[in-house]
């Protein structure tokens, strides 16, 4: 990772927009606020409202670089 990197990550919990019931819109609205404050979104997951899950994710982003995450 360059320094100064600012790499974000973004986690969504909810039970029907991980099933696919409707398309996450959160996600892509903090993706895009993120962006306009300078940072690099790694990625924006969406997960079931569970905190096994939501703890997966998280460590994920922080595995693949992240040093913001917003949930």
Do not use: C, H, W
């Given at each position: 990772?360059?320094?100064?990197?600012?790499?974000?990550?973004?986690?969504?919990?909810?039970?029907?927009?991980?099933?696919?019931?409707?398309?996450?819109t959160?996600?892509?609205?903090?993706?895009?606020?993120?962006?306009?404050?300078?940072?690099?979104?790694?990625?924006?997951?969406?997960?079931?409202?569970?905190?096994?899950?939501?703890?997966?994710?998280?460590?994920?982003?922080?595995?693949?670089?992240?040093?913001?995450?917003?949930?």
């Amino acid at each position: 990772m360059a320094t100064g990197m600012r790499l974000a990550g973004v986690v969504t919990a909810s039970n029907r927009a991980s099933a696919g019931v409707y398309q996450d819109t959160s996600g892509q609205l903090l993706t895009e606020g993120l962006a306009d404050l300078g940072f690099s979104v790694i990625d924006a997951l969406v997960v079931p409202d569970d905190m096994v899950a939501i703890q997966k994710a998280i460590r994920d982003l922080i595995d693949r670089g992240a040093r913001l995450i917003v949930t």
